[in-house]
């Protein structure tokens, strides 16, 4: 089993240097701009990091599991953002984060991977397992039914508008229970669904022992905490020097930098050809953060300074459904052309103009 190679060495000790010139500026008090840079860019490497190795964890198991993996602990910078950020009374940032987390995910990196895919395929097409798309896009428009019934009542100022907490609880809870009674039986498959039809290229294994992998994902997990915390620090003094909104820093800057690990992991697994593992790293993770993360976030705010709902403002309550519709109608018949890809790319491109002028 080979170590490190010596580009990913370098990386690792340049990601390091980041985290700590994070640190440093963020107690050093710096000026606000290069705090926000410079965080940013450790966010973004300890997200690798935290790809990296769980692509090597995830060389032990199925695609399914991997794809589940590479999620779920590719989602911690996104979680550690939303909860300091309520902690400090940023709901509008912590609000976006979480809706640009979705957008980013289903729009511009599933698009630039079905891009890349389609480029790799013989014949132009990218092909994958139907299953996983399908189940995404259920998940996505239950959480989107709850956002978008508050919307209407807010707007009709019904009675129950005056609730959107206790609706909100409620609305989470089932959420949880639904994406429960999906991903179980999802990982007790140990390969992506369908996957029986039509397999990946087979993986090559771990070159990490498991000491090494499992280290790197605590050292990252834990750094990724304290980075976090740094960069909603430097987040509003920077937003006011560069003059933009919270929303488009939300929507855009920390999407991107938070799905650092989808970015990544998922073009480099389209340009492999490994086209149901690609999808499932994008498609798990916009489950898992409409499905999941959302109303857990929303049930940890009550404890928090900040409370979050599903109360959204009208803008992006169309985008979350006029992207569940995307999503149903691009990727749910398992097979994607690149026109569709830079198509889903050009609806977050739009959207992230929009929110600069929010």
Known sequence: MSALSTREHSALLAIALFTALAGVADYGTWAPVPRFAIATVALA???????????QLGERFGAGVTGMLQSTLGNLPELFVVIFALQKGE?????????????????????????????????????????LPKD??????????????????????????????????VGAICLLVVYATWVVPYLRSDVAPGSAERADP??????????LTLTLLFVAG????????????????????????????GLVIVAIAGNA????AGLVLAWKGRSDLAISVVKNSV???AAFLFPLLVLVSFALA????????????GALALTALALAQITGDGEAAAFEGWALVALYVILGTLTLYE
């Open 222 to 249: 834990t750094a990724s905490a304290f980075v976090s915390d740094w960069f909603v620090n430097a987040l509003a003094p920077a937003i006011v020097q560069l003059h933009i909104s919270q929303a488009f820093a």
């Open 306 to 317: 900040t409370t979050l709902t599903f109360a959204l403002a009208p803008v992006y309550i």
């Open 261 to 264: 690990v989808e970015n990544t």
């Open 91 to 131: 709901l509008i940032v912590a609000q976006t984060a979480i809706v640009g987390s979705i957008l980013a995910n289903a729009l511009l990196v599933l698009g630039l991977v079905i891009v890349v895919g389609a480029h790799r395929a013989p014949d132009g097409v990218m092909r994958f397992s139907k299953r």
């Open 202 to 211: 087979a993986p090559r294994g771990p070159r990490l022992s498991l000491r």
């Open 287 to 289: 489950a898992q953060i």
């Open 45 to 55: 490497g300890l997200a690798w990091v935290v790809s990296f190795a769980t692509e």
């Open 136 to 169: 995404t896009a259920t998940l996505l428009i239950v959480t989107v039914f709850i956002i978008v019934l508050l919307g209407l009542s807010f707007s009709a100022h019904d009675p129950a508008s005056h609730h959107v907490k206790t609706i909100s609880i």
